[in-house]
Structures are given as structure tokens and as C-alpha cells.
């Protein structure tokens, strides 16, 4: 019995000390490795897609970035809606707004919290102001008005 004691017990141990083979040539992987977007280029992509989503009347892509509830202020009509129908909202102000244009002419941060007004051409010219919020290393929109210049 002490035999077969003695004999397990060297098996384990030289199990436990054994390495893993080198991989062969064929497991080395080449794709490139990527990293995570730091905040800046976070910063500079929704900002970069609100340029674009307004230019181009892009409710939807504007509405992925809202917050559960938006202070929406559109032509005076103002007050706290859900993500759908603020989304709706916008949709309706682009269909009867048909923009040409659309500048950042000014932006701030202050901790997680940041805005920009930007100037909206369509029939008329739009001043739009937007404030975020930083969720999750995310842009979260939580208000938003477009008001006749």
C-alpha cells in the first residue's frame, strides 16, 4: 500500500512541475491587437456622429445617444420625454426642417458633464444647444434644444 502511496505521490508532483509545449508556428495568431478607444477619441466619435446626425436630419442616430428621459426644447415646445418620443419629436422637427448644415460653435466640459452649441441651416438657421453626460464611458444625452436663431 505505502508503494502505491509513494508512487502517486511522484506522479502528481511531476505532473504539477510539467510545462505546456512551445505552440507550433501555425498557433501564433498575426491579427492585429486593438485597443479600447480611450475618452478622447470617445469624445471626439460622439462628437463627431452629432455633426454628422445633424447634417444629414438623423433622429435615430441622434436618439442612440439619449438618456432614458431628454429635456427636449424644440420651436418652444418644451418638457422631459422618454427616449421614443423625443426620438419622434426630432423626427418630425427634421421631416418639416429639412437641415443643409450643421457647425459646432462652441463646446465645454465640466467632469463627466459636457455640451456644445452648434448652428443648424435649413429653412431657417437653428441654434442647438446640447448637454451630456458621461455614462459608462458613454455620451448620454440628457437635454437638448433647437431654437430659431
Do not use: C, W
Amino acid at each position: 500500500m505505502k508503494n502505491y502511496l509513494v508512487l502517486i505521490a511522484v506522479f502528481v508532483g511531476t505532473v504539477g512541475f510539467a510545462q505546456p509545449s512551445e505552440p507550433e508556428f501555425s498557433e501564433v495568431s498575426t491579427e492585429p491587437t486593438h485597443r479600447a478607444a480611450t475618452s478622447l477619441q470617445q469624445q471626439q466619435s460622439f462628437e463627431s456622429a452629432m455633426v454628422s446626425a445633424f447634417k444629414t436630419g438623423n433622429a435615430e442616430k441622434i436618439a442612440r445617444y439619449f438618456s432614458d428621459n431628454v429635456d427636449l426644447s424644440i420651436d418652444e415646445k418644451e418638457d422631459l420625454y422618454s427616449k421614443s418620443q423625443a426620438e419622434q419629436i426630432l423626427k418630425n422637427f427634421f421631416k418639416a426642417h429639412k437641415p443643409s448644415d450643421f457647425k459646432i460653435i462652441h463646446k465645454g466640459k465640466s467632469g463627466q458633464s459636457e455640451y456644445f452649441i452648434g448652428e443648424l441651416t435649413s429653412d431657417k438657421v437653428y441654434k442647438v444647444t446640447l448637454n451630456s453626460k458621461s455614462v459608462g464611458g458613454v455620451n448620454r444625452i440628457t437635454s437638448l434644444t433647437i431654437a430659431p436663431d
